[in-house]
C-alpha cells in the first residue's frame, strides 16, 4: 500500500500565484489533515476534515482553501501565495479525528519568490 | 506560551549512552500522548504512545505525569540509527492535536 501520497514533492512559485497540492490516502481513514512546518518548528494544522464530507480550520488557515473531494482525496489550495506561506506541507490521515496514529505522506517543499 | 513545549536540544551523546527528553503541556484536559520520530527532511513516524502507568518499547521507555503536565522519553543504549527530532504530541479528547516544536537528537560514535 501507498499510505499517504502527496503530489507535487516540490514547488517553486511566484508571490500572487495560485497552486493546489493533492493528497490521497489508501486506507479507507475517515480523517485527513494538512500542516505546515517550518524550520526548526513543529507541524501546525491548517485545516482538517473529521470526514468525508466536512471541512474544519485549524491553527494557521489564513491563506489557503481545501477540498475534501471524497473519502481518499483532501487537496489545499493557495489562491494567492505569499513569501510566508514559504514551508513544508504535509499531509495525514487517522481512523479518526480522536485516533493516533496520523499517517503521514513524504511532504511537499513549497518556495514562494 | 505555547500549549507543549519541548526542549529543543540538541542534544549530543555518545553511542551507548541513556538519554531523557521531556515534554510540558498547557491544557488540563489533554487525554492522550505521543511520542514522533523525524528524520532530517522526512515525514514524522509514530515512536510511541504514553500510557499513564508508563509503557516500555524495546530501549525506548515514555512516562506521563498527569499531576505536573509533562511526559518524558527516555532511550536507553542510544544507537547511531537514533540520531532524530523526536515530537511530543498531546491530544484533547476533541481530537485537537498539538505538536511540539521537537528536540534534537545527535548520537556520536
Known amino acids: 500500500n501507498a499510505g499517504v501520497t502527496q503530489t507535487p514533492k516540490f514547488q517553486v512559485l511566484k508571490t500572487g500565484q495560485s497552486m493546489t497540492l493533492q493528497c490521497a490516502q489508501d486506507?479507507?481513514?475517515?480523517?485527513m489533515y494538512w500542516y505546515r512546518q517550518d524550520p526548526g518548528m513543529g507541524l501546525r494544522l491548517i485545516y482538517y476534515?473529521?470526514?468525508?464530507?466536512?471541512?474544519d480550520k485549524g491553527e494557521v488557515p489564513n491563506g489557503y482553501n481545501v477540498s475534501r473531494l471524497n473519502k481518499r482525496e483532501f487537496s489545499l489550495r493557495l489562491e494567492s501565495a505569499a513569501p510566508s506561506q514559504t514551508s513544508v506541507y504535509f499531509c495525514a490521515s487517522s481512523e479518526s479525528r480522536t485516533a493516533q496514529p496520523q499517517h503521514f505522506g513524504d511532504g511537499t517543499r513549497l518556495s514562494i519568490l | 506560551r505555547k500549549e507543549v513545549e519541548q526542549d529543543p536540544g540538541p542534544f549530543n551523546v555518545p553511542e551507548g549512552a541513556t538519554v531523557a527528553f521531556n515534554c510540558t503541556y498547557s491544557?488540563?484536559?489533554?487525554?492522550?500522548f505521543f511520542w514522533y520520530r523525524q528524520d532530517c527532511r522526512k515525514e514524522p513516524k509514530l515512536l510511541m504512545s504514553?500510557?499513564?502507568s508508563g509503557n516500555e518499547d524495546g530501549r525506548f521507555t515514555a512516562q506521563l505525569n498527569r499531576a505536573s503536565q509533562y511526559i518524558s522519553l527516555l532511550i536507553r543504549d542510544s544507537k547511531l540509527s537514533d540520531s532524530a527530532t523526536y515530537l511530543c504530541v498531546v491530544n484533547t479528547n476533541a481530537g485537537k492535536s498539538t505538536f511540539g516544536d521537537g528536540t534534537t537528537l545527535t548520537v556520536k560514535p
Open positions: 476534515s473529521a470526514s468525508e464530507g466536512t471541512t
Open positions: 504514553v500510557y499513564s
Open positions: 486506507m479507507n481513514h475517515n480523517s
Open positions: 491544557n488540563s484536559a489533554s487525554q492522550s
